[in-house]
């Protein structure tokens, strides 16, 4: 089981995931729904307004609705964009337990303690129907995925299966037969007062109350878990529904069990603070995941992705039972990678992608990594299981030639070991149970054993050198002289990215990237707030690498930056010009574009290539703050100068890098005192003194204008001046403009007329 996300709160008694964005409702038992983002591990919202816990949700399928039922008796149906509740609907008279919507219909099924289950109609808000049966409370209530029944869960011990067709072709369409049947029998639903919701089977057989009951997406079962402990499975067709098998293991009351969406799987969840995997076919436990501390009340599947969720007593984790990243691994311009038990090839130039040979060895093992030796074309496939004690690696001799419909499964030699790599053209590494690395041939036979330093894992390092993890940094070691070469401080390394000519390394942990040259000397190191997904380095020595939701690129000066952004997770298998090739978590291949002006303009400038740099500047559709605030700050204001528009930031980017010409041109355009300011001290401070004059006639800088005449000698201007400050009145100006000039006749009559006579 593998934790995506994990929070902490009062106990969680409900769980939806939204269909399509990364987010997911929890409702706790103190009242409050919590709307998270399990992507980036965010809250986004609190919705407040029940009185008591909360225990049923669901997020509508299309409309930017959800529903809660809580013990207040009420269902609420909420608005999520409006971030507020837009009606309530009463008529249950005791807890509220399920709130589900219909996948099609405007209908919401709400199972209570009242002992009745309801449907609603949320666009007439209006009950429709009222199903009565049951003589406990009615733990839970669900619509089948394509047909018009009800299956519901109660401490009566019963599991009910309702027929709601007659309801459906009341209120809603006129069903499969289509319009003709409808119309050629208008009244056949009503001729013997056939009612809207009729008891199809009663599945009894749990000793106890009934807490969940589930239908199969595709197949004609029922899943079932109660207070017996026992998750019981049931078969039904049209004229009965029967007990097939009961899947033993928990030993306190099982809260929820639901089928896997896509996997013959069955998960449950109880109160003695575990989650079970069951097989479906043969009914036994495939896996358990247990809390130390915290009893389980809920479990949620994603509709289309391999994500669950389950609710305990202090929060919920969102799970996903196995890892969805391919195994491959990149030789010249040939990709191997594993699907569906077949390794593969994809040749890049010809786009050709066909079955190379079949892996022995049943669905259950899950391929970690693989190593390639284009010599030998051999190839290693490490599987990792739970147990570390039981992982394995395979050693196959890749076939020259197969049948691509029908490839060949050639015996592979397979052995214990935690990981498999090459070091030379005939020989390879392993790293075995006890940490200790052995040397191997061909033939799989031992030839040496090293003494290295202490790892937890191993990554190729070029021929002859290995990449040894433990658990705080990362050692370079030479398995021929068997010594330390270099490390690097990081913790919890999951993937070791190379260069082509392998003169640098990325090292990626799950949220941080630390980028080496060979010597494992740190060049950079980028957090991220998201989990790291993969990487490829690009022909110009850039780093491309995904996070769960965008591509991003890293120069090894430490710049970098968002390309794009994802849906969904890839995994980059190489990078091209302006295409990222990437496996999907089906393993399909994939191309996507990308724009990679930016980094490519970045590492121009880095690299001190302005011919470049101007040749992208005329060419290139470089916009955006971001872009200009990176020039700014490296020391490239006038290259900046180039993308500004805005007269205000052209202004300021103009004085910094001293360009008067563009900077009178944009305080001409904004004329505000401020500017003509500043432009004025930046001209004087390059002597441009046409630019300061003009700047001090623009702000009424007379005192300042004055001076300036009298440092250039500009002595008519001086005189100018002079009269300005008479006609202003400006008796101080005036004596101060006469001085200057050395008019003694002006500074007496100045003083005459301000009665400063000698006595």
């Known amino acids: 089981m593998l934790t995506k996300f994990e929070t902490k709160s009062a106990r969680v008694k409900g769980l ?52 809660s039922g809580g013990d207040d008796y009420k269902i ?134 009934v807490n969940w009951a589930a239908f199969h997406p595709t197949m004609p079962l029922i899943i079932s878990g ?12 049209e004229a009965k529904a029967w007990e097939v098998d009961t899947c033993r293991g928990h030993y306190n009351n099982v809260s929820c069990t639901i089928f896997h969406p896509r996997q013959e799987l069955i998960i449950s969840n109880s109160e003695d603070k575990s989650i079970r995997v069951w097989d479906l076919s043969k009914r036994t436990c495939l896996q358990t995941f247990r809390r130390e501390t915290d009893r389980f009340w809920v479990i949620a599947a994603h509709p289309t992705l391999n994500l669950f969720a389950a609710g305990h007593d202090s929060g919920m984790i969102v799970f996903k039972l196995e890892r969805e990243r391919p195994a491959f691994v990149l030789h010249a311009n040939v990709l191997y990678y594993v699907k569906d038990k077949f390794l593969r090839m994809l040749d890049f130039g010809t786009s050709k992608d066909v079955a190379v040979m079949q892996l022995r060895g049943g669905s259950k093992a899950n391929v970690y990594s693989m190593s390639y030796n284009p010599a030998e074309n051999a190839v290693l496939i490490c599987c990792r299981s739970p147990n570390p004690d039981n992982s394995t690696y395979d050693l196959y001799a890749v076939p020259k030639s197969s049948d691509s419909q029908n490839p060949d499964a050639p015996e592979g030699r ?9 070091v030379a053209r005939n020989r390879f590494a392993v790293l075995d149970r006890t940490h200790s690395i052995t040397i191997k041939n061909l033939k799989n036979e031992v030839s040496k054993k090293v003494q290295a330093p202490n790892c937890d894992d191993m990554f190729y390092a070029g021929t002859g050198s290995l990449l040894l993890r433990d658990t705080d940094s990362v050692t370079l070691f030479d398995v021929q002289q068997k010594r330390t070469l270099a490390s690097v401080k990081m913790s919890k390394v999951r993937y ?69 952004t994802l849906d969904l997770p890839i995994y980059i298998t ?10 999907d978590r089906e393993c399909r291949p994939r191309v996507l574009g990308i724009d990679s002006t930016e980094f490519k303009f970045k590492l121009a400038l880095i690299n001190r290539k302005y011919d470049e740099v101007l040749n992208m500047v005329r060419n290139a559709k470089l916009v955006g703050q971001s872009i200009i605030a990176y020039l700014q700050e490296k020391g490239y204001p006038e290259v900046a ?54 700047a001090y006639q623009r702000t009424k800088d007379f005192d300042k204008l004055s001076f300036l005449y009298l440092i250039t000698g500009n002595l008519e201007k001086l005189r100018k001046m002079m009269k300005i400050a008479e006609i202003r009145k400006d008796t101080s100006g005036h004596f101060q403009n006469a001085l200057f000039l050395g008019d003694v006749a002006e500074r007496v009559k100045i003083l005459k007329n301000c009665g400063q006579v000698s006595r």
Request: aromatic fraction near 10%; hydrophobic fraction near 40%; include cysteine.
């Open 496 to 564: 070791v990215i190379w260069s082509s000519d392998m003169s640098h390394v990325a090292l990626l942990g799950k949220h941080l990237i630390t980028i080496c040259n060979r010597k494992m000397e740190t060049l950079c190191s980028i957090h991220e707030n998201t989990r790291v997904k993969s990487g490829a380095w690009d022909e110009s020595g850039v780093f491309i690498y995904t996070t769960s939701n965008h591509i991003k690129y890293a120069i090894t000066n430490g710049d970098h930056g968002i390309i794009r």
């Open 226 to 237: 109660a207070d017996d402990r026992q998750v019981k499975l049931w078969r039904m067709n």
């Open 641 to 694: 100068l180039h993308f500004v528009k805005d007269e205000k930031t052209r202004f300021g980017l103009a004085l910094e890098c001293g360009n008067l010409e563009i900077a009178l041109e944009a305080a001409r355009a904004l004329d505000s005192k401020a500017c003509w300011e500043k432009l004025g001290e930046a001209a004087l401070l390059q002597g441009n003194h046409q630019i300061v004059e003009m």
């Open 414 to 422: 397979r052995s214990s070991g935690l990981t498999a790599v090459w």
């Open 16 to 67: 939806s995931f939204h269909p399509k964005r990364p987010w997911v409702l929890t409702t706790l038992h103190t009242g409050v729904i919590q709307l998270w983002d399990y992507r980036m591990c965010t809250l986004l919202d609190k919705f407040d307004e029940h009185d008591g816990p909360v225990r049923g949700v669901c997020f509508h399928s299309q409309q930017p609705l959800f529903v």
């Open 574 to 583: 190489r990078v091209k010009g302006n295409s990222v090739y990437c496996l």
């Open 76 to 209: 609420k149906v909420w608005n999520y964009k409006h971030r507020r509740c837009i009606f309530t609907l009463l008529g249950h008279l005791d807890y509220i337990r399920t709130t589900f919507f219909h996948h099609d219909y405007p209908w919401i099924l709400s199972a209570s303690d009242d002992q009745t289950i309801r449907i609603w109609n949320w666009q007439s808000r209006t009950c429709i129907s009222v199903l009565t049966g049951h003589n406990h409370y009615v733990m839970c209530a669900n619509f089948h995925p394509s047909e018009d029944l009800i299956v519901s869960a109660s401490l009566d011990q019963s599991v009910r299966v309702w027929d709601i067709s007659g309801l459906r072709r009341k209120n809603v369409a006129p069903g499969p037969g289509g319009l003709d049947d409808h119309l050629k029998h208008p009244g056949h639903t009503d001729l013997f007062g056939a009612a809207d919701a009729v008891v199809k089977h009663v599945l009894e057989g749990h000793d106890r109350g």
